[in-house]
């Protein structure tokens, strides 16, 4: 029986039910990783154009008045 690269590797022999559910996360993965890069991307640009506007956006969250 052939070995995988894998196998050969780390010496755990996978069924096909498990490679499946691996190549799926790693799948979610990378549409996650380049979902989020886009959105680095885009909010950089966002940014760029409201500095060159004028308006600048503070990152820092609000606290909460001590009103008690």
Same mark, same amino acid.
Do not use: C
């Given at each position: 029986? &052939?070995?995988?690269t894998?196998q ?10 498990i490679?499946q559910?691996?190549?799926e996360f790693?799948h979610d993965l ?11 991307m &885009?909010?950089t640009?966002?940014l760029?154009?409201l500095?060159a506007?004028?308006l600048?956006?503070?990152?820092? &969250?609000?606290?909460p008045s001590?009103?008690?």
């Amino acid at each position: 029986m &052939k070995t995988s690269t894998f196998q050969e590797e780390h010496g755990i022999q996978l069924t096909a039910w498990i490679w499946q559910g691996y190549l799926e996360f790693s799948h979610d993965l990378y549409l996650f990783s380049h979902a989020h890069q886009q959105m680095q991307m &885009k909010t950089t640009s966002v940014l760029a154009d409201l500095a060159a506007a004028g308006l600048n956006i503070h990152a820092e &969250k609000p606290r909460p008045s001590n009103t008690t």
